[in-house]
């Protein structure tokens, strides 16, 4: 199970590691977005710390309308387990965002 913390507005943040090609974890909070259907989005700028492997680019839906983002090979370590994903960038995207993908994975658990 994930702990997480919600922000001043009612937005769900989870504590998640980052990790470099080089093997380094940096810690950053990241928001729950239920909207977004991928595992993680990412701003293109936190990139160059991570040097992950670019992948391709590829249009996604939002609620802007249609925009092109890049699609990364990334790794990331949530509630102590290593995972290799599929993450997008862009430049508009001001949070590190958590998708809706983790939740066919990994189960929400309520404790209130």
Known sequence: M???TF??????????????????NLLVDAMLDTGFTGFL????????ALDWQFIREQELRTAQGEKIFDLYLGKVQLNGQEYEIA?????????VLLGSEWLKILPLVSLL
Do not use: H
Not at 7 to 24: A, K, P, V, Y
Not at 41 to 48: G, R, S, W
């Open 2 to 4: 994930i702990q997480g």
């Open 7 to 24: 922000g001043s507005n009612g937005q769900l943040f989870f504590e998640i590691d980052l990790i470099t090609s080089d093997g380094l």
């Open 41 to 48: 989005a990412i701003n293109k700028q936190d990139l160059d």
């Open 87 to 95: 993450v997008f960038a862009g430049d508009e995207i001001i949070e």
